[in-house]
């Protein structure tokens, strides 16, 4: 009944095992309910990314997604880095120029972070374009004569004022040699309406509303910056970038009036390495499709496609993202269903082993406690071995009784043989030992019989 019971219960979770495997799936790389985006100042051109991506991901997975203003890619990587936030824009190079102003923030050791906790690369966006811009009417015809001048150099904590950094460096001007304002865009645009400001050191996308706002009046000019080739090597997240002639603006003045040599770098989407992949991998399809990047006005991006997208990446490119660039590579199962249930299935493995030697224990013992089917034949031989002992075949009945128990032992083993498969007696030693008893009390009383029968004959040719 037993036996029969566990048989059903076998069935019954056999047949059940693949839905509870899905629903475990399903759960295990389920998306989140809400998701949020570390965006910049709403001016920048970072806030109206991630408002056009919200709207992408609103429409195409069940999630709510809020997009936060911060103070620029310093703080959104380390909010990614925290956790507080799920995506974050980020110009490469910011955190390790910034470290530059903190002297004792610099001298930390670097602590080595498990996997759980790193940042992970989504995509390269767009290059962010270094901009040196003056009024027209200023007189500065060039960055030598910056010197002594306000100069807005960004926000605390943006990729405008990291990027401004390593060209005062590179133009040799400490920032004791100016008055550095760190302003917003919106105020970089109120102080040069009010003639407060002599330049700004701007590092945004081509499209950044901040340049046109500026540059299309025709009131502003852009300086060249000289040794690009230089700076490169000195800030390896640049590289070299032409502003083509007319770019802001066409008619008189032409802004820039020649093409104009300058750097740039990256801009950058990162998440944690523990988001899930099934949310960054739907991101990463978003930002490659054609249809953001034309509407975001993404032309790198729409012209090299995935080639762009990976290129200086800074940071270990997340598995979701991996999956989308080389699909080929897609595992089967999903890695995070792989990793949530890795100490699941180790724990279940181990209560499988202890189980199974649980029962193997328990039933040894059960069979040691239980009597043996050979111990009712054992009993019945020993008998026989008794009454043959009595029987020493001196006397006149004892060959009648002697073969009465030897046909009793043949019957015994020939019943025995009926009770075990020929497996059971080939593995069980019980039944040899039972045997050989059988044969050897066999041996013995036809010695008996043997000598009762030699005495009737001697007897017989005696009375002859």
């Known amino acids: ?242 502003i083509p002639a007319g770019m802001f603006r066409t008619q008189e003045p032409i802004v820039p009036e020649n093409n104009l040599q300058t750097v740039a770098c990256g801009a950058h989407l990162l998440t944690k390495g523990s988001t899930p992949d099934a949310l960054i991998a739907e991101v990463t399809a978003i930002i490659l499709h054609q249809n953001f990047s034309r509407q975001m006005h993404l032309n790198e991006l729409f012209a090299a496609g995935h080639e762009f997208a990976q290129d200086n990446q800074g940071f270990p490119v997340h598995s979701g993202a991996d999956h989308v660039y080389n699909p080929e590579l897609k595992p089967f199962l999903n890695s995070d269903f792989v990793e949530a249930t890795e100490g699941m299935r180790s724990f279940l493995v181990s209560v499988l082993i202890a189980a199974y030697l649980l029962f193997r224990w328990f039933q040894k013992r059960r069979s040691k406690a239980k009597e043996h089917r050979l111990d009712r034949f054992i009993r019945q031989l020993v008998e026989i071995e008794n009454k043959q002992m009595q029987l020493d075949g001196n006397n006149q009945d004892d060959g009648p009784a002697l073969q009465r128990l030897l046909d009793d032992v043949t019957s015994l083993r020939q019943g025995t043989l009926e009770q075990f498969s020929a497996h059971e007696l080939n593995e069980d030693r019980a039944t040899d030992a039972f045997l050989e008893m059988c044969h050897a009390l066999s041996d013995k009383i036809n010695a008996k019989l043997l000598g009762w029968k030699i005495d009737r004959l001697g007897e017989k040719i005696s009375k002859s």
């Open 1 to 242: 009944m037993k036996r029969s019971l566990l048989k059903i219960l076998v069935v019954i979770l056999l047949i059940f095992l693949p839905v509870i495997l899905h629903q475990t799936y399903r759960w295990m790389t389920a998306l989140p309910r809400q998701i949020t985006i570390a965006a910049g100042h709403p001016e920048g051109r970072y806030h109206g990314m991630a408002v056009q991506l919200k709207t992408m991901l609103e429409q195409r997975l069940p999630v709510d997604v809020k997009v936060l203003e911060t103070k620029g890619s310093l703080e959104n990587l380390e909010l990614v880095r925290q956790g507080k936030v799920d995506l974050g824009f980020y110009q490469p190079g910011t955190e390790y120029a910034l470290a530059a102003l903190e002297p004792a923030k610099q001298a930390q050791p670097k602590l080595l972070v498990s996997p759980e906790d790193q940042i992970g690369f989504i995509a390269n966006l767009y290059s962010q374009v270094m901009h040196v811009i003056v009024p027209a009417d200023s007189g500065i015809e060039s960055v030598r004569d910056l010197k002594g001048r306000r100069i807005a150099i960004g926000d605390q904590g943006s990729g405008d004022l990291a990027a401004s950094l390593p060209l005062l460096r590179h133009l040799q001007l400490s920032l004791d040699q100016i008055e550095p304002a760190y302003l917003s865009y919106q105020e970089i645009e109120e102080q040069f309406g009010k003639k407060t400001l002599d330049a700004a050191i701007v590092t945004v996308g081509i499209e950044a509303p901040v340049l046109h706002d500026l540059l299309e009046t025709g009131n502003y000019r852009i300086l060249e910056i000289p040794f690009t080739g230089a700076l490169t090597r000195k800030a390896s997240h640049f590289y070299e970038y032409e």
